[in-house]
């Protein structure tokens, strides 16, 4: 009964979708002939002749009773019939021609300065026309799933010929859909190869989905690898399908790994499936001039590296994976983002800053192990090399440079050699940076603001861990390393001051006085 159901069902969609198809194409013929019949001069130039050879032959009649009033004899070898009947042949055709050029351009800037229409909710548009396309293709993928799954339940065929019927109807779906791109002047809307490809997409994903998590007939392995060569057929087909392909293969690359049944996740497999992702779909969405798309991308990027992380990563290996993972969401996305796209920067700088903090997290999740702090430095070079280049992303070194010092604070018992390291290349990416950046004439407030706040907390926290208030032994290292962190605010304020700038100096005085 409930198959009966299904294919009752099936049918009047089938039937709804062509009536609606050809009602579609006869209101665009109709639309058609009436902007022609509106808009088109050829159909406005007779009306426009008829007025001017009424108004060419009026001239001639009020010339003829000028000569009678003269002589009576001469008259009629001047007056000939000729001159009268010539001369309205010659202006007939500019004077006819003027009016209807005239009257011409008023009905094309009537076309073409239509005001434009506000947002109006036509029900009759969005639920007879809109949503039946979609609809249709919300039920073609949904019944490629469930047909699979009614197929295995009901025990009709062979668990390899279900899987690949699912995965025939997919492609079917597909085919249909490059049938529709190539047939574009008998369908006349782009919303049926959409929804086509769409659903075509959704039934690969759950056929992979039922055959290897949810009925084990393939391993996780390839079930994985399935799901991410869906994906990335998706992000291909979004440059010829449009939007809905894009979106698709957003949220299924993104949800493939949920999808997959295994014990212990991979974590250096992960972490490169999702980076490969997440540049191509930021990558798609610049090329497609959808920016929105890479800034979605790196939400989930992060999202996924924030669960990964609080999962557990145990070895080096993870630490290593994720790590790299995190530097290319924090600073190699960001940078292709802000290069085809320079507008909004809030973006950009919170990818960075969220990267940023997930290192930090990993750095204390690991013991402030040497690996780990390394990956930090490599992704605060990063944002350094960032700012560099992009003046208005400079904000994400001074939160870098924020978080590197908290980490400073809170490392338990550190090995002294190891901890002077690390603080000596932060203050070459976080201070010599904006001091470089102070010598090329080019560092802003901020930048000085940075660099006089590194140089101080700095100096606060070294002297803290391994200094000594009392005053009582001497400490030439400590002294020798405090002199050098005040130096660089000092020298900072000498470019300045050389420069003669004294508004600039006067503000630049209020930061770098307190560091040095």
Not at 443 to 457: C, F, G, P, R, T
Request: charged share 15%; hydrophobic share 55%; net charge neutral.
């Amino acid at each position: 009964m409930d198959f009966f159901f299904i294919l009752l069902f099936g049918g009047l969609i089938a039937a709804s979708w062509v009536r609606i198809g050809k009602l579609e194409r006869q209101v665009y013929d109709l639309s058609r002939k009436l902007d022609r019949l509106r808009f088109d001069p050829a159909s406005s130039a007779p009306a426009s002749d008829f007025p001017a050879r009424e108004a060419v032959p009026a001239a001639p009649r009020e010339a003829e009773p000028a000569p009678v009033i003269g002589e009576i004899a001469p008259p009629p070898p001047e007056l000939t019939p000729a001159p009268p009947d010539s001369e309205p042949i010659v202006p007939t055709d500019p004077v006819a021609a003027e009016p209807a050029r005239a009257y011409a351009a008023p009905s094309d800037e009537a076309m073409v300065a239509e005001p434009p229409r506000g947002f109006a909710f036509d029900f009759e548009d969005i639920f007879g026309r809109q949503l039946p396309i979609w609809g249709g293709g919300f039920a073609l993928a949904i019944a490629g799933i469930f047909l699979v799954r009614f197929a295995i339940e009901a025990g009709l065929m062979t668990p390899m010929v279900r899987v690949a019927l699912s995965f025939m109807f997919g492609l079917a779906l597909l085919a249909g859909a490059e049938a529709a791109f190539r047939l574009e002047d008998r369908l006349r809307d782009p919303r049926v190869r959409q929804a086509l490809a769409g659903a075509g997409l959704a039934t690969l994903y759950g056929a992979f989905y039922l055959a290897g998590t949810a009925y084990g007939l393939i391993g996780a392995g390839t079930a994985f690898v399935g799901l991410a060569i869906v994906t990335a057929a998706a992000m291909a087909l979004s440059f010829r399908f449009g939007l809905p392909s894009a979106v698709i293969g957003l949220v299924g690359g993104f949800a493939a790994p949920l999808l997959v049944d295994s014990d212990s996740a991979n974590v250096p497999l992960l972490s490169f499936y999702l980076a490969l992702i997440t540049g191509g779909l930021t990558w798609s969405g610049q090329a497609q001039r959808r920016p929105w798309l890479g800034y979605a991308a790196l939400a989930a990027g992060l999202g996924w590296g924030a669960l990964m992380m609080f999962a557990g990563v145990s070895s080096s290996s993870d630490f290593a994976a994720l790590g790299v993972y995190l530097i290319v969401l924090g600073t190699v996305l960001p940078a292709l983002l802000h290069t085809r796209n320079p507008g909004p920067r809030l973006p950009h700088l919170a990818a960075g800053a969220l990267a940023t903090l997930q290192m930090a997290v990993l750095v204390s999740t690991a013991g402030f192990a040497p690996l780990t702090w390394g990956l930090y430095l490599l992704i605060a070079a990063g944002l350094a090399g960032l700012g560099w280049r992009f003046e208005p992303l400079r904000l994400g070194t001074l939160v870098a440079a924020g978080l590197g010092l908290w980490l400073l604070i809170i490392w338990p018992e550190p090995d002294t050699q190891f901890y002077a390291l690390v603080a000596a290349a932060m203050v070459v990416i976080f201070v010599g940076v904006p001091l470089a950046h102070q010598w090329l004439g080019r560092a802003k407030l901020l930048d000085l603001a940075q660099l006089a706040a590194v140089s101080l907390v700095m100096g606060i926290v070294i002297y803290t861990r391994y200094g000594s208030w009392g005053a009582q032994a001497s400490e030439p290292v400590l002294a020798a390393a405090m002199a050098g962190l005040a130096l660089l605010p000092g020298a900072a304020f000498a470019l300045l001051w050389r420069r003669g700038e004294q508004a600039e100096t006067r503000k630049a005085l209020i930061l770098l006085a307190p560091a040095a």
